[in-house]
């Protein structure tokens, strides 16, 4: 679904009206969200997406049915493990939605032009130039950007904050795109390559380094230059800012997406930028 509104070039807001306009109900806050999660979204809004998009029946019918297929599987207990030909099904069941994916994108891209071009994706991971590491620096402490364990939950999951340099991991560099918008890779000794990704398109998210997958408006973030730094903001929900939370001077706090306040915690300073 991600891939299908990148390739239609179409805004949220512009598949809210045309699903109006097919008489369905599609907010875009609904789009958003669904397309930041890693869930399988609902039948319904699957059905609805696709039409305001410009999908015939025929293609809404065989996304609704691999959907089918890949929600029969999502509950697995370790009592009851899947036999191999059964793994093997679900495998044909990812290869048959990648198929789908590529038909039901040429299907809209031929029916007409796009309302507004899409936004600048990354390249294949194989065709992309490395790039060289990078600090993220947050101005109001001048600590780095690096992994540590969540504070005050008591969660212990690795998330983004803010750490001493001579100590802050992994290593990060930027890939950069048009209208200062990058993907921020993370370069772990142990996980190997990954992506800086928030949580969600609300208040309140935090982030952490997830799998790369190209296209992922939440794994691309756009940097707005302000005086002494960069405002960061994550392109899934670019109403919002990245910035320390609570404004803490302390090592090892993380960041949270949140209201933009102009603050210097929400102010960063990126080696060559």
Request: net charge negative; proline share 7%; hydrophobic share 40%.
């Amino acid at each position: 679904m991600r891939q299908v509104r990148i390739r239609t070039g179409h805004s949220y807001r512009a598949l809210e009206r045309r699903a109006e306009q097919a008489g369905l109900v599609l907010p875009s806050s609904t789009i958003s969200a669904a397309l930041a999660r890693d869930k399988l979204p609902r039948a319904e809004l699957v059905d609805a997406f696709l039409k305001a998009a410009g999908a015939d029946e025929e293609t809404v019918e065989r996304w609704l049915a691999v959907r089918a297929d890949l929600a029969s599987g999502v509950e697995v207990t370790p009592e009851d493990p899947r036999p191999p030909r059964r793994r093997l099904g679900y495998a044909l069941v990812a290869l048959a939605a990648l198929a789908v994916i590529a038909v039901v994108v040429a299907v809209m891209t031929v029916g007409g032009e796009p309302e507004s071009p899409p936004m600048a994706q990354p390249a294949p991971a194989e065709l992309r130039q490395a790039p060289d590491k990078q600090r993220i620096r947050v101005v109001h402490t001048g600590m780095c950007l690096g992994e540590g364990k969540e504070l005050f939950t008591g969660s212990g999951r690795d998330v983004i904050g803010q750490h001493p340099c001579e100590t802050a991991t992994p290593e990060l560099s930027l890939v950069w795109f048009p209208n200062n918008t990058a993907q921020i890779q993370l370069h772990h000794p142990d996980k190997g390559l990954g992506c800086l990704a928030v949580d969600g398109v609300s208040s309140e998210m935090l982030l952490a380094g997830r799998m790369c997958e190209d296209g992922r408006e939440d794994q691309l973030f756009q940097f707005e230059p302000v005086d002494g730094g960069h405002r960061m903001r994550s392109v899934a929900a670019g109403r919002w800012c990245i910035g320390v939370y609570r404004a803490s001077a302390e090592p090892g706090v993380q960041l949270i997406q949140g209201p933009c306040d102009g603050g210097r915690h929400q102010v960063f300073d990126i080696d060559g930028a």
